[in-house]
């Protein structure tokens, strides 16, 4: 399905979700202004990005089920399955408001972050709960009868513990407030971007698909992981690389890794390979909110040739990858074409 189309009918489903939501504080008793409140978290912080998490949740269950279009699920089936991607879409919400408050960032998908916006502040903490305990509220609403919904809490629970791993790690590693370069390496940046983007990403939306259309035996999970995970952290890296190296007009932002001491592919890969002289000029340079400072460390970065060894691991893990998928067992009903499409979406992107 074209994706215009995909992201409309999936947004379609949202508003009747907003007033299930509002149900469920009406029976509590909540006073209108609350609900009024609990509203507007939804709407400013849940449908405003990509929804590529989302979506997938519906794509990748229409692969497994055979679907040639959206056309072949039925109404009910369809909004099952958007109910799952919009679970992931709540999730994501969660993290936003929670990092951002963490970050001290201004702005997130071209407006104000929810804590700066006039009369929020800190009630942002208690709204990133809500956002998170209603997940389990459509849960139980939508799956309850269903063998799999023991499956669907306990892999929420457990992809929300694993990326708050990878937050707590970002976290200690790399304050934007304090520069310290001996702390990095590319196993903590690893671990990082598995934990804290890998999983709930890209291994999650398809596990609930598969769970959905009952191809959820452990090695179809597992074939799956095996490939969504490394896929994941090769996305990140490929962001990192983008950020420093992609032209504003092209990624659509102006990259800040530099300036905000980020824990990246591209420094971590420099400090690998610096020399003592190389090392004291990132040292006295990175993470600096100064532009002098962020344009010495990208000249470095390109006398050093780490565009070039992007390029080449670029061409290495996607080898490793198309080689993993062409060895997947269907026997079971799992699909490679699941994984080529995530690889696909991927590979060679420059936004």
């Not at 903490?125 to 023991?150: G, Q, S, T």
């Not at 790690?169 to 407030?177: F, S, V, W």
């Not at 532009?291 to 080449?312: Q, R, S, V």
Request: hydrophobic share 40%.
């Amino acid at each position: 399905m074209d994706k215009k189309v995909a992201k409309e009918k999936f947004l379609g489903v949202f508003p009747d979700l907003v007033q299930e939501l509002v149900g469920e504080l009406k029976k509590h008793g909540m006073p209108e202004d609350a609900i009024q409140w609990f509203v507007r978290n939804l709407e400013y912080n849940t449908p405003g990005g990509k929804l590529n998490r989302g979506i997938s949740v519906v794509d990748t269950y229409a692969l497994l089920k055979g679907y040639s279009s959206y056309d072949d699920l039925s109404a009910e089936e369809y909004k099952k399955v958007a109910i799952l991607g919009w679970c992931i879409e709540l999730l994501q919400a969660y993290f936003l408001v929670a990092d951002d408050m963490m970050d001290k960032s201004i702005t997130r998908r071209g407006q104000p972050c929810w804590y700066k916006v006039d009369g929020v502040a800190e009630i942002a903490i208690n709204d990133a709960f809500m956002l998170e305990a209603v997940i389990y509220i459509l849960l139980k609403n939508h799956f309850k009868a269903d063998a799999y919904y023991v499956d669907l809490l306990e892999l929420f629970h457990e992809v929300t513990f694993q990326t708050e791993l990878g937050q707590l790690l970002d976290l200690i590693t790399a304050p934007e407030d304090h520069v310290d370069l001996s702390k990095f390496s590319l196993a903590k940046h690893s671990f990082i971007v598995i934990y804290k983007t890998a999983y709930y990403s890209f291994y999650l939306p398809v596990a609930l698909a598969m769970y959905m259309s009952g191809v959820s035996g452990e090695k179809d999970l597992k074939q799956a992981q095996d490939v969504l995970i490394p896929l994941g952290e090769y996305f990140q890296i490929q962001d990192d690389f983008l950020d420093c190296f992609g032209k504003p007009e092209d990624i659509g932002k102006i990259g800040t890794d530099i300036l905000d001491n980020k824990c990246s592919w591209v420094v971590n890969t420099a400090l690998k390979l610096a020399t003592p002289e190389q090392r004291e000029l990132l040292d006295n340079n990175y993470g600096r909110k100064d532009a002098t400072a962020e344009k010495k460390c990208k000249d470095l970065f390109n006398e050093m040739g780490i565009k070039e060894l992007y390029l080449e691991y670029e061409e290495k893990i996607v080898g490793e990858l198309k080689t993993k998928i062409a060895n997947v067992d269907e026997s079971r009903g799992f699909k490679g074409s699941v994984l080529t499409a995530f690889l696909n979406k991927i590979y060679k992107r420059q936004k």
